[in-house]
């Protein structure tokens, strides 16, 4: 009588060695596709993306805030241009050595400005997309938001720069905490479970049937080491069995 049990494979059991594969996760993303727009999407998907455009437009003021703050008083950029060039040595040294500060602050200047631009673009266009179920637009997003969060936080506990005028300080630091809020709100509005068919993410189900197969293929991966190292166990132990039986022939 076979008193041998068997243990069921996981899904994904194959190949000429019976190595078990992992179950693939559930797909994220709409099935047909991007929406075309965002006119059928659930309120919640356009409040996000509502609020993700207005950081974009905070981020946009709060760099254009910054470019004239520097314009009207541009000390501190220039303090700090030239503690870049005094730090510099070598062939850096040589690159700079007919520039002054002033001239590298209002390239600094101008470069953030431009660099504050294209970001706030890219952060909309990323809204944008992200609203009509891009997946990997809401990560990102996410992950900015969280920065954004962050910042907002940490400026209410710093001080401002040196020489920057206290109303540029002052509307600068708003403009940033506005930009935490909304970029939070935009977070909140998008993880609204009523949004998982809009946006293609998996159902409790489909995450609860991934599990199981995941638990499945781990335990039939450790039966299978388990039973490895019984049979090499076994076949150590006999083989010393032989060279014990070869030993004592031999006398």
Not at 155 to 173: D, H, N, Q, R, Y
Request: aromatic share 8%.
């Amino acid at each position: 009588m076979n008193t041998e049990q068997h243990h069921p494979r996981p899904q994904g059991t194959g190949g000429p060695t019976g190595t078990p594969k992992p179950p693939k996760p559930p797909k994220v993303g709409r099935k047909d596709g991007l929406a075309p727009n965002l006119q059928n999407a659930p309120e919640d998907v356009r409040f996000g993306v509502w609020a993700w455009l207005a950081v974009s437009v905070l981020q946009l003021l709060a760099s254009v805030v910054q470019f004239v703050s520097n314009l009207v008083d541009p000390r501190n950029l220039t303090k700090s241009s030239q503690g870049m060039l005094d730090s510099q040595t070598g062939m850096f040294a040589s690159v700079l050595a007919d520039r002054d500060a002033s001239q590298i602050a209002t390239q600094v200047n101008v470069s953030s400005l431009i660099w504050g631009i294209v970001a706030s673009v890219v952060c909309a266009f990323l809204a944008l997309r992200a609203g009509r179920g891009g997946p990997y637009s809401r990560m990102f997003l996410n992950v900015a938001s969280l920065f954004m969060i962050l910042n907002a936080v940490l400026i209410t506990f710093t001080s401002g720069p040196e020489f920057m005028p206290v109303g540029f300080v002052l509307l600068i630091g708003v403009l940033t905490i506005l930009s935490g809020v909304g970029a939070a709100l935009g977070m909140w509005f998008m993880a609204r479970p009523e949004n998982r068919d809009w946006l293609g993410v998996p159902s409790e189900k489909e995450m609860d049937k991934y599990s199981k197969e995941l638990d499945e293929y781990r335990a039939e991966m450790r039966r299978q080491k388990e039973e490895a190292k019984q049979q090499k166990q076994q076949q150590n132990s006999k083989n010393n069995q032989n060279n014990n039986d070869h030993t004592w022939g031999g006398h």
